[in-house]
T-cell receptor
Framework: GQNIDQPTEMTATEGAIVQINCTYQ??????LFWYQQHAGEAPTFLSY????GLEEKGRFSSFLSRSKGYSYLLLKELQMKDSASYLC?????????FGAGTTVTVRA | ETGVTQTPRHLVMGMTNKKSLKCEQH?????MYWYKQSAKKPLELMFV???????ENNSVPSRFSPECPNSSHLFLHLHTLQPEDSALYLC????????????????FGPGTRLTVL
């Protein structure tokens, strides 16, 4: 089976950095996705890691360690609009197994 | 229209009603998916279609019936639902859905918020 764990909630201040951790146990692992979902909206693609290491995309970076079954999403220079749910998803062939999401609240 | 669209955005139905959810993708993708998202729970994959052929039925009750008439359209027919079926139903598409192959990025529609009374 698939098991994806991430924290339920995190709170941070505008301009700060927040790191959302995700651990996964899945057979036939291909790679790790991160999606952002604002309340009442569609999940939108943020990043996809296949190889170990850090991928940087502007204010957002994602890290993967395949040997440890671990990933994190790093949000820098937080803005109010970054308040959302962040979904970690492990890919197995054509299927995605999602975590329950981490709700990030950015405070002024 | 661009991306993935879903209609209706909100739906309230009784347990004896029959209704359908519609999804359309304008991305030229070959694979389409139905997910169920309940509060505080992970997205649950329900069905996967690749080139209009169903490749995955994730133990979904028969009161949910998918239909994929072409690679751009996906329907979810609903009948005799239960209150616990109330959730956000998300459609997604990706370029391919290759069994045993690598995963393409999935693009999601805004979802249909379903309430079963």
């Amino acid at each position: 089976g698939q098991n994806i764990d991430q924290p339920t909630e995190m709170t941070a201040t505008e301009g700060a950095i927040v790191q959302i951790n995700c651990t996964y146990q899945t057979s036939g692992f291909n790679g790790l996705f991160w999606y952002q979902q604002h309340a009442g909206e569609a999940p939108t693609f943020l990043s996809y890691n296949v190889l170990d290491g850090l991928e940087e995309k502007g204010r957002f970076s994602s890290f993967l360690s395949r040997s440890k079954g671990y990933s994190y999403l790093l949000l820098k220079e937080l803005q109010m609009k970054d308040s959302a749910s962040y979904l970690c998803a492990a890919s197995n062939d054509y299927k995605l197994s999602f975590g329950a999401g981490t709700t990030v609240t950015v405070r002024a | 229209e661009t991306g993935v669209t879903q209609t209706p955005r909100h739906l309230v139905m009784g347990m004896t009603n029959k209704k359908s959810l519609k999804c359309e993708q304008h991305l030229g993708h070959n694979a389409m998916y139905w997910y169920k998202q309940s509060a505080k729970k992970p997205l649950e994959l329900m069905f996967v279609y690749s080139l209009e052929e169903r490749v995955e039925n994730n133990s979904v009750p028969s009161r949910f019936s998918p239909e994929c008439p072409n690679s751009s359209h996906l329907f979810l027919h609903l009948h005799t639902l239960q209150p616990e079926d109330s959730a956000l139903y998300l459609c997604a598409s990706s370029q391919e859905a290759l069994v045993g192959g690598s995963t393409d990025t999935q693009y999601f529609g805004p979802g249909t918020r379903l309430t079963v009374l």
